[in-house]
């Protein structure tokens, strides 16, 4: 008799617990998401042909620099300057130091020359193309979304790449740093929408004359709270049951 009433127990709370909602009507955008790396589209390494030494370092890390601005001087004699307007991001050596050939000894980025490279999936990749509209989010810039624009999609080893350019950039951001990226699909208006969480297994249950009617749905746009349902027609004041 107790367990049959913990049953019972069990059974009164889980039906207390599921809500009813019934079906809105607004805006939606459906985006694909993804983990953005802010890239450079000017970087320069300076690297020796033969084991060498620096002699001297005419620039120190994090300076900001001119195009044809000094920026050291090997054993050998040879003077490197930089190629571009841009900063000093890392001096792995010290004078007087052996360097093998091709190791890098001094680089350089162009901060006014940004983008953002997001790597994803095929499937989604497949839904992009070029002048998309995008959001990012840096952490530390949490509140603020930032325009942008998918530039170009590439493929790099067995990654599928979108590039982002961004129509201004905060102050601060180098590369390396990564953003959450939104790349929005497609957009309607006025759709009738559910929240997500009503589809379960590509079905709604609606409670109607106090009976509940399991109905299979086709989904439209979605996004991560809300989904367009394109059918069953639905009534705005149809009672949808909220597992």
Known sequence: MQKIFQLFLIFFICSCNKQLITPTRGDIVEAVYGLGT??????????????????????????????????????????????????????????????????????????????????????????????????????????KKLPGKITSIFTAGDQFIAKVELLEWPEGVLPGMTADVAIEIARKKDALLVPTPAIVNGNIIIKRHSKKIKFPVQVGLADLEKAEILSPKLELDDEIILP
Request: charged share 25%; hydrophobic share 40%; no cysteine.
């Open 38 to 143: 802010v890239k450079s589209e000017e970087s320069f390494s300076a690297k020796v042909a033969v084991t060498s030494s620096v002699v001297e370092f005419y620039v120190i890390e994090g300076q900001d620099i001119k195009k044809g601005q000094k920026l050291l001087k090997t054993d050998q004699g040879a003077v490197i300057y930089s190629p571009f307007n841009g900063r000093v991001t890392d001096i792995p050596f010290s004078v007087k130091e052996n360097i093998f050939p091709q190791t890098t000894i001094l680089s350089v980025v162009n901060l006014k020359k940004l983008y953002l490279t997001v790597s994803l999936e095929q499937q989604a990749i497949m839904r992009i193309r070029p002048n998309l509209n995008a959001e990012v989010s840096f952490e530390f810039f949490r509140n």
